[in-house]
């Protein structure tokens, strides 16, 4: 049942929350669901991170929300609360909320604010810990935000982290005025569709397979009437500026987030979000579903083949050794060619249980030192393409990238070209497979290749980069000059008479270069098999004669 309070809120208000209110789906291994901000103040000590000592102190046990309304500007930007029920190695705040869930409901936070010819609503969920796969920390807020012009909807944003997307009215999943918003499983950044969020960086799982709530199953409370809501500081634990890098710090309030742009100017914030469209949804679904559709083909593909096996030995017989590059009898051009298949086939294994491409850096910075070279950035064919953050004692944290088991769908096209060679009578035949063969594993290398040579454009088109040059601009023409591999080293100032060094090294890996390889093998091996120009029965049948 929708509660609402208006104190400080016109009825208008009220009418306009309870109208486009959304339904939030989450996936079904959730934990977190949005909480009255009061849970957690209740549950929090109010401290103070002092940067010159990097050491924290508590300025109140047990703060209030009238409290927290004495900490308003910008000098109390490193006060924080801090859960009292656990901390980021423990799920002692999670265990806590769950054991508590089923008396404090669930609690949505509306502010309504007209901007110029348009209305902005906001609704504003808080959770009680983020258990993201790219950052982690306690206390979360995240926000959708419903535009209407001349009175009707025209826009909806939704907030993904530190940016979001935006969605014309008429793309937007809906039940009468209420949109639907698909929440990833614990950052809860905001999503369109129960397919979205596995194409960004941060690899958010989203699914409408958990709770649903409507506008019927949570409070609504107006935003304007709560005391807290000035409060600058943090919702969650803060420790210094590396842990806030890492995304494992607490967020800021409604009015704070996004340097207050999300509050003060919402349209101006939502504007700068990138806009989706039929296509990215298409290409979203693709890839959700990828594996599924990957199984599928395979399936049908199977069928086809072993129809197609069936009917060879139906009409001629699978011939005396069934796999066309078993047939190895002396040194000839056709066995010669058959070896190399098989070489190709080993070496191309090989090749997908090591690194396809990496980039190592080398950081001599007192707290980053890493005492030689580290992978910031690897490509293989176990865990896909993953970027590594540098954290403080020089080890590495994995912060994103694209999960792709590139080793099964590889290994299932080697166990299809194996099954294509059952009973082949022509060597030109099986020379034409070999060589197919060798351009699909080289294809991997060629386009990680073509990405790193276009990496100067795609950095500069989204602004990672300046056209006027500077050190990073420097690192992304290195890249896309030399794709194939090199080196480059900068030079940068720590502090005042203070500099350091920066070395990245980059190139194919041992497994880029053994695809290479075996894509070369593959291709001369299928060029003498095309040569031979042989029937593999006979030839075996006249070499028993």
Known sequence: MILFLPLNGSAADIDLAEQYAPILFFEGEETCYPVEAEYIIANSALKSYDTNTETSSTILENP??????????????????????????????????Q????????????????????TVIQYWMCYVFNAGSVNTHEGDWECVMVVLEGGSPSEVYYSQHHSGQKLS????????????????????????????????????????NGLVLTADDYDVELLDSQDWLSFSGRWGQYDGIEQEIRGMVG???????????MWNAPLMWGESLSEASSNLFLAEWFVYYFIWIFVAISLVSLAWTGFKIFKRYKSEGLGPRILSLLYIDGLNVKSIGNILCIVALLVGIFALFNPWYVMSADIGVPGYDTGGMVDLLRIDGVNG?????????GSLTPIGGFAMPFWI?????????????????????????????????????????????????IAQTFGLIESGGNEVTEVFEALGASPLGGSTSLAFEVSAGESSTLALQW???SGGWMLILSAIIFIVAGALLLMSSENFFEAEDQMKK
């Open 64 to 97: 209030t929300p009238s409290d927290l309304a004495s900490y308003t500007t910008e000098q109390y930007s490193y006060y924080y609360l801090d859960n009292s029920n656990g901390a980021l190695n423990n799920n002692g705040v999670v265990s806590k909320y």
């Open 99 to 118: 054991s508590d869930l089923n008396t404090i409901g669930y609690t949505v936070y509306a502010y309504v604010s007209d901007q110029g010819s348009r």
């Open 169 to 208: 009215w008429d793309l937007v999943e809906k039940t009468g005025d209420h949109a639907k918003v698909y929440v990833s499983r614990g950052s809860h950044a905001n999503y369109a569709r129960p397919y979205s969020g596995s194409l960004g960086v941060a690899m958010d799982i989203v699914n409408n």
């Open 251 to 261: 967020p800021y309030g409604p009015m704070y987030r996004e340097d207050s742009a």
């Open 385 to 393: 393409f993953m970027v590594n953050f540098l954290d403080g004692s």
């Open 409 to 457: 769908f590889i290994g299932i096209g080697l166990v299809f070209f194996m099954l294509s060679l059952i009973g082949l009578r022509f060597t030109g035949k099986a020379g034409r497979k070999y060589i197919h063969r060798g351009i699909d594993f080289a294809i991997p290398v060629i386009a990680v290749i073509i990405i790193i040579a276009v990496l100067p454009m």
């Open 507 to 509: 190139g194919l890996g």
